[in-house]
């Protein structure tokens, strides 16, 4: 199992590396073109938007949130274990608000196409948030798994996280 995640988080990070690079080159073309040859390609803005959009969602399942574990570690593990399992549960809930909104984001826009990439609709941009909320779900549950083994075993589970 952990071998298995091993290899999802560097497909992850190599894809998450792949739009950056693929950012930073369309930027360089951007800047380059309107002063040295004095013109721009309309449409690379719009294709960095929607790259950025991708960029910021899947990143977004990788983060380390902030925490305050002072008051959590004064309590006992049964308590601290439940309060764990609260905080994943509302986590997937929020996720799942966050999927719904997202489907409803890409049906709404189906039809919407950029200005300059008319043959691209804005969907695609939307598309992110379902797609990023499914690893993401499964990184909170696994990350949850192991701060609670680390619990029961006497171990400090913050430094999981």
């Known amino acids: ?6 290899f999802a988080e560097h497909l992850l990070d190599t894809f998450i590396a792949s739009i950056l690079f693929l950012i930073v080159v369309l930027t360089i073309i951007q800047v380059l073109s309107r002063y040295v040859i004095g013109t721009s390609f309309t449409w690379s ?4 938007l929607l790259l950025w959009a991708w960029l910021i969602a899947l990143a977004a399942i990788k983060a380390r949130h902030l ?12 308590l601290q274990i439940l309060l764990y399992t609260f905080r994943c549960l509302l986590t997937l809930v929020l996720l799942g608000v966050l999927f719904w909104y997202g489907l409803g984001m890409v049906e709404l826009t189906k039809y919407d196409t950029f200005i300059e990439m008319d043959f691209m609709s804005r969907k695609w941009m939307f598309m992110s948030i379902p797609v990023a909320v499914v690893p993401w779900a499964l990184v909170a549950v696994t990350r949850y798994i192991d701060a609670v083994r680390k619990l029961r075993a006497g171990q400090d589970p913050m430094e999981i996280h």
């Open 45 to 48: 803005e719009e294709l960095n």
């Open 67 to 78: 925490r305050i574990s002072m008051l959590v570690s004064a309590f006992p593990k049964s």
């Open 1 to 6: 199992m952990q071998k298995a995640v091993a």
